[in-house]
């Protein structure tokens, strides 16, 4: 099954592979990317005997974050479709980490911004030794609110507090001695790694799975109650239609440095 920039399938073991599919603008979410995330895990969700989901990015990189010339056009739009466009993306991280079967994600290459949400929201996570990341959008004078919670839980908040404020790149190694990712291996061995896990996961009872789960996020930053999540949402919004965006988004577009 596919939605151009979101492809899933689900073979007879019940393992569903989502791959995210904008390899031209390196995987960067746009609104159709993040709809077909949304699509992808109601397709899945409809979809008896699913056991483990494993998400990739089609091309050299998994992800680069949120795709800045769509992040221009909402800026320039009303509060309320700037609302619903931050609604859409928290949503689609916080679906994704609340899932009721394990996820595996498989990076390689570049993983940016929300990216790094994306991978904090899986249970499982497998680097290749090219993997590089960063929560820069403050660096564009924007804010990642929406997945801080996620990252909080995966890398603690001292780590946060020091990589969303300084937007400097780390490679796969500093990401797996900080907790966003559980293993570092060679690119060639990506994918036969992440057969090992989902091996792995296979041999656990899915019901078990899905509770043990559940209460871990009980116990987490991203178990965000809807107060919260919609306060998230609110500054996400209007964080990108302030004068420091605009400056930041200007700074990109121009190719200079932003005028702080």
Not at 6 to 14: F, M, N, Q
Not at 29 to 39: K, M, S, V, W
Not at 69 to 91: C, F, G, H, L
Request: hydrophobic letters at 45%; proline letters at 4%; a neutral charge.
């Amino acid at each position: 099954m596919r939605n151009e920039t979101v492809l899933w399938s689900v073979d007879p073991r019940g393992v569903a592979t989502l791959t995210l599919n904008r390899p031209e603008v390196n995987n960067a979410y746009d609104e159709a990317l993040i709809q077909g995330l949304h699509d992808a895990m109601d397709a899945l969700g409809a979809k008896p005997g699913v056991r483990v989901v494993v998400l990739r990015g089609a091309g050299r990189h998994f992800q680069a974050g949120a795709d800045l010339k769509w992040i221009a056009r909402v800026a320039s739009q009303s509060p309320e479709e700037n609302e619903r466009a931050s609604r859409a993306t928290a949503m689609a991280v916080h679906r994704l980490n609340t899932l009721p079967v394990p996820t595996l994600a498989l990076v390689q290459g570049g993983c940016f911004g929300g990216g790094t949400g994306i991978v904090a929201a899986c249970d499982v996570v497998i680097a290749a030794e090219d993997a590089m990341f960063s929560i820069a959008e403050t660096r564009w004078g924007l804010m990642a609110g929406v997945i801080l919670p996620q990252l909080a839980d995966a890398i603690g908040v001292r780590q946060v507090r020091r990589y969303a404020l300084s937007g400097e790149r780390f490679g796969a190694q500093e990401a797996r001695r900080i907790g966003l990712v559980h293993e570092v291996v060679p690119l060639a061995e990506l994918q036969a790694s992440g057969e090992k896990a989902v091996q792995q996961l296979l041999q656990n009872a899915p019901d078990a799975n899905a509770q043990t789960k559940a209460v871990a996020l009980e116990f987490a930053w991203g178990a965000v109650d809807e107060p919260t999540l919609e306060r998230l949402v609110a500054q996400h919004a209007a964080k990108r239609r302030s004068a420091e965006a605009a400056e930041g988004l200007a700074s990109f577009a121009e190719k200079r440095p932003a005028r702080w």
